[in-house]
Every structure is written in C-alpha cells, then in structure tokens.
C-alpha cells in the first residue's frame, strides 16, 4: 500500500509518497482501507517537528473515511465491509490504509461522503468540545465563532446553530464570510475590518458575547475580552504566539479564559463528543464542508494551503 512518509522534520517537502507493507490488526485493532484523509493545521505543526510526533519514518494524519478492511481478536463495535470514520489512528491517515484502536473508529452515517467523513475527528471534535465541554453552552446565549470559514470554525456555525444558539462569525475572504452565513451565522464580520469588534458589541446591544471560539487568541484574545458579555468565557482554540491582554477586562466581566484541546479529552468525553456528532450526521444539522481535495501525492501542497489565509472548509487528501 502507499503512503506518505516523513524521515526528518522540515517543510512540506519531507512528506513523499511510498510504498509500505500493508497494515496487520492486533489485538482490539482495525485495518480501514482509507478513501479520504483530512489535513489538518496540526498536521503541518506535527511535520515541522514542533509538536510531539512518532518516531521516522511517520505517516501523518488523524482523520480519515474509509472502509473496514480487517479486524483484529476481539473487535466487537464495526464489521469488516462497514464505512468509518476515524478520529486518531495508530499509523497515520495519510495513506491507502490506517490501523485504529477500535475506540477510535465510529461509523459513518449514510448519506456522508468520503470527504465529509475524512473532516469530522479533529475539527468537529474540537468544535464540540469547545463549545459544549469546555465552554458549557445553553441555548440562547450567543458566539462568536472568530475565525468561522475554515475546518473548526464552519463545524461550529452548525453545532451552535443546532442547538439554538446566536451565531456571529468571521471571516477574512468575501468567499469565507458568504460561506459562514450559508453554514447559518447569523451576522458575519470581516476579522480584518478596522472596526468589527465594535461592530460585535453594536449587535449585541452593547452587551458583548457569552463566548468567543478563538481560533488565532495571538492576534485576538485582547481585543476578545473587551467584547465579552458579564460571565463569558473565551475558548482558545489556536494559537500561533504570544499576546498581551488586559486583565482587568476579564476581571471586570468576571470573565474566563479556557483552553481547549482535543487530545485532552478523556476516554469518556470522547465517546460523548463522537455520540454526540452521530446524532448530528444522522439528523441532518451536520454537513462538513469540503473547500478542495487533492491527491495523496498532493499532501506538500496541502500542508501550503491549510496555512495560507483564505480558508474555505476542508481539505482533504484522496489516495
Ligand atoms: P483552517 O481551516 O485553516 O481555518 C483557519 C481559520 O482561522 C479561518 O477561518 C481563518 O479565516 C481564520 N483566521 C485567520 N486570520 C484570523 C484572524 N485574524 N482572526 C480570526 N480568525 C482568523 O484551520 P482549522 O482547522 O479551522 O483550525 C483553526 C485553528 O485551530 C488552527 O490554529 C488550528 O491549529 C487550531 N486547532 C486547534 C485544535 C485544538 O485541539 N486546540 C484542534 C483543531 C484546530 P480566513 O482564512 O477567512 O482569514
């Protein structure tokens, strides 16, 4: 099977397209035959050897769609034939198969596309738990989704929307903003206008936002806690540096700024997140938006373009 491999760190260019021996289930293991993988920004982190990665050579990539292939001693939950999605895998997803721990396998529902299903682990997995373990969401209260056109911030306009709350999103692009209001924002802000933050307050009456999913906190956490309602939390989501705040503008608002992460979600908030977007594939209230697909010889210029500003849904890697 081919795959793509990475033997040192360094740019998109360390990531080549090989030919590896094909994967073997152990035991509580399964063997997907991938027709999709997300690309994510953690990906390029992972690759440029600033985040933790596995040992050379390594095959990235978390997400994935495909098709149970083989089953390891012991795997109860999915049937060889069946179609999955994957949220983590123990090989990497950037490849014609992905070994997985069973937990880390979910069925896909019908009527979700390969691409669809390769966009769900990482993106709407920290969507959702932004939103409603860490930030603790209710109905009616409203969000600002700063950074609403890409993976994370498109799977948040839908979680939000659908379970009732007011949603204003932000985009750099004409492109980025027309599709967060598509998604069901219901104002969308350009995060490079002079003003908007003003703007934020001014369609809020004044009040300001119960909370903000912040998916670059370097450049907004300051400028997000002036805009916070009494009580409202920022989630940071990404982060690419350093920033200064004032904060007696979260003190004032008696405000709280949490971090979120996927990886830190126990075994049992995980089941939840992945129970919970089942329930939203299958009603219909989540549809991940797909903005390009490539080839998996593709994946140095994936890693460029996940970067570049102008996001527009997903990415996604076809082997
Ligand atoms: P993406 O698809 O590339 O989208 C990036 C988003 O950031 C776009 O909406 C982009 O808008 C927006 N952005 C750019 N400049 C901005 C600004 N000045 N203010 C507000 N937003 C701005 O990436 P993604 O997959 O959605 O991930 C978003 C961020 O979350 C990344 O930093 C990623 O590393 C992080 N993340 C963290 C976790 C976690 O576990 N904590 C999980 C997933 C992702 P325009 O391109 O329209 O300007």
Same mark, same amino acid.
């Given at each position: 099977?081919?795959?793509?491999?990475?033997?040192?760190?360094?740019?998109?260019?360390?990531?080549?397209?090989?030919?590896?021996?094909?994967?073997?289930?152990?035991?509580?293991?399964?063997?997907?035959?991938?027709?999709?993988?997300?690309?994510?920004?953690?990906?390029?982190?992972?690759?440029?050897?600033?985040?933790?990665? &596995?040992?050379?050579?390594?095959?990235?990539?978390?997400?994935?769609?495909?098709?149970?292939?083989?089953?390891?001693?012991?795997?109860?939950?999915?049937?060889?034939?069946?179609?999955?999605?994957?949220?983590?895998?123990?090989?990497?997803?950037? %490849?014609?198969?992905?070994?997985?721990?069973?937990?880390?396998?979910? &069925?896909?529902?019908?009527?979700?596309?390969?691409?669809?299903?390769?966009?769900?682990?990482?993106?709407?997995?920290?969507?959702?738990?932004?939103?409603?373990?860490?930030?603790?969401?209710?109905?009616?209260?409203?969000?600002?989704?700063?950074?609403?056109?890409?993976?994370?911030?498109?799977?948040?306009?839908?979680?939000?929307?659908?379970?009732?709350?007011?949603?204003?999103?932000?985009?750099?692009?004409?492109?980025?903003?027309?599709?967060?209001?598509?998604?069901?924002?219901?104002?969308?802000?350009?995060?490079?206008?002079?003003?908007?933050?003003?703007?934020?307050?001014?369609?809020?009456?004044?009040?300001?936002?119960?909370?903000?999913?912040?998916?670059?906190?370097?450049?907004?956490?300051?400028?997000?806690?002036?805009?916070?309602?009494?009580?409202?939390?920022?989630?940071?989501?990404?982060?690419?540096?350093?920033?200064?705040?004032?904060?007696?503008?979260?003190?004032?608002?008696?405000?709280?700024?949490?971090? %979120?992460?996927?990886?830190?979600?126990?075994?049992?908030?995980?089941?939840?997140?992945?129970? %919970?977007?089942?329930?939203?594939?299958?009603?219909?209230?989540?549809?991940?938006?797909?903005?390009?697909?490539?080839?998996?010889?593709?994946?140095?210029?994936?890693?460029?373009?996940?970067?570049?500003?102008?996001?527009?849904?997903?990415?996604?890697?076809?082997?």
């Amino acid at each position: 099977m081919q795959a793509i491999c990475v033997h040192n760190f360094g740019g998109p260019e360390v990531m080549r397209l090989e030919e590896m021996p094909s994967l073997q289930p152990g035991s509580g293991q399964v063997v997907v035959r991938v027709k999709a993988a997300g690309v994510n920004p953690v990906d390029t982190y992972i690759r440029a050897g600033l985040y933790a990665a &596995p040992p050379f050579p390594f095959t990235p990539g978390f997400d994935a769609a495909g098709e149970v292939e083989e089953l390891g001693p012991g795997v109860s939950r999915v049937a060889v034939g069946q179609k999955v999605y994957t949220a983590g895998t123990l090989s990497g997803a950037y %490849a014609q198969q992905t070994l997985c721990e069973e937990a880390q396998v979910h &069925p896909l529902p019908l009527g979700i596309s390969w691409a669809q299903g390769a966009s769900l682990g990482i993106p709407y997995g920290i969507a959702y738990r932004a939103l409603f373990q860490r930030a603790r969401a209710l109905p009616g209260e409203t969000v600002l989704v700063h950074g609403a056109s890409g993976g994370v911030g498109t799977a948040a306009i839908q979680l939000a929307r659908a379970a009732g709350l007011r949603v204003i999103g932000t985009g750099g692009t004409p492109r980025g903003r027309e599709l967060a209001a598509q998604q069901g924002a219901h104002q969308v802000l350009d995060h490079h206008a002079p003003a908007y933050m003003e703007e934020v307050l001014k369609l809020t009456g004044g009040r300001g936002v119960e909370i903000i999913l912040e998916m670059l906190a370097n450049v907004n956490l300051g400028k997000d806690l002036k805009v916070l309602a009494p009580g409202g939390r920022v989630v940071v989501i990404g982060s690419r540096g350093p920033v200064e705040i004032d904060p007696r503008d979260a003190l004032s608002r008696e405000g709280a700024i949490l971090g %979120a992460l996927i990886f830190g979600a126990t075994p049992q908030e995980y089941a939840g997140i992945h129970a %919970a977007l089942t329930a939203g594939l299958e009603n219909g209230t989540l549809r991940p938006v797909i903005g390009r697909e490539l080839p998996l010889a593709e994946a140095p210029k994936a890693h460029q373009k996940v970067l570049e500003p102008g996001a527009y849904g997903k990415i996604i890697l076809v082997p």
